[in-house]
């Protein structure tokens, strides 16, 4: 059933008059106050502005049509990426989801009861036939967060979102504390297309939560372009920032918990 049914909208107001809706970046309860009033400001101030495509000079690209955005993977961003994934917070990925909708295609968003609804955006969906999320590392948490986001994005966008259409060849290995060319060895033939039929001649938006080096991003578009594909565009919520692209054997430690 879609996400965005009536019965499922209907089930998610009734769940939030005993689990009110909270804040995906600080956990505070908003109920059905649009914006957190506590996390407003910081999030204006980690906005990567005036553009928000990855540059190939700080981010490793390989054959991306391109990369983008709305946010720096720093403060609230951060902690709220971070507070999804490992405080079994999976609302809050949809949320996220909703302001990457906003910022990064200009999608509408409106309150309905207690959620926030993002609204379609007319001729969006001329620039992509699909939306494939990255898929999880594993199953211990029970849900993939790149997915959840794509969700709002499906409704925003207009076109179909195909969960399981990139799966794992091989179990993650940890990236967090290692250099770039460690990394790319880790993902390399790391992903397959489970259905090159749903893929093939098409254009594909890639989502994910956060961009790091880029080497994910980078080993996804690969397998989908060898399954067909015709174009690949990678859209997550954050990115770390980089005054250069990082020495090869520069250890990167942006996902480790600390809270």
Request: glycine content about 8%; hydrophobic content about 40%.
């Amino acid at each position: 059933m879609d996400y965005y049914s009536v019965p499922r909208r209907l089930l998610r107001g009734a769940r939030q008059l005993v689990y009110p809706r909270r804040c995906p970046f600080c956990d505070q309860v908003l109920g059905s106050v649009p914006t957190c009033p506590d996390c407003a400001a910081e999030l204006e101030e980690l906005r990567r502005k005036p553009g928000m495509r990855l540059d190939a000079s700080q981010h490793y690209l390989g054959r991306l049509a391109g990369a983008a955005a709305p946010f720096r993977y720093e403060g609230c961003v951060r902690r709220g990426v971070l507070h999804t994934k490992y405080h079994a917070a999976p609302w809050a990925a949809v949320e996220m989801g909703v302001w990457l909708a906003k910022l990064a295609f200009g999608s509408e968003v409106r309150m309905s009861g207690a959620e926030l609804l993002p609204e379609l955006v007319e001729g969006m969906s001329l620039g992509y036939d699909c939306i494939v999320p990255v898929p999880a590392s594993g199953t211990a948490r029970g849900y993939n967060v790149p997915q959840l986001m794509a969700l709002p994005l499906t409704r925003a966008l207009g076109v179909p979102l195909y969960p399981e259409a990139l799966g794992r060849t091989r179990a993650k290995q940890h990236q967090a504390g290692l250099p770039f060319e460690q990394r790319m060895a880790n993902v390399a033939g790391a992903f397959r297309v489970t259905d090159p039929d749903r893929i093939e001649g098409r254009k594909v938006l890639l989502v994910d939560d956060v961009i790091t080096t880029g080497a994910t991003a980078a080993a996804c578009t690969q397998a989908l372009l060898a399954a067909g594909a015709e174009s690949v565009f990678a859209i997550a919520l954050a990115t770390v920032e980089f005054e250069a692209f990082p020495a090869k054997d520069q250890p990167l430690q942006e996902n480790e918990p600390d809270f």
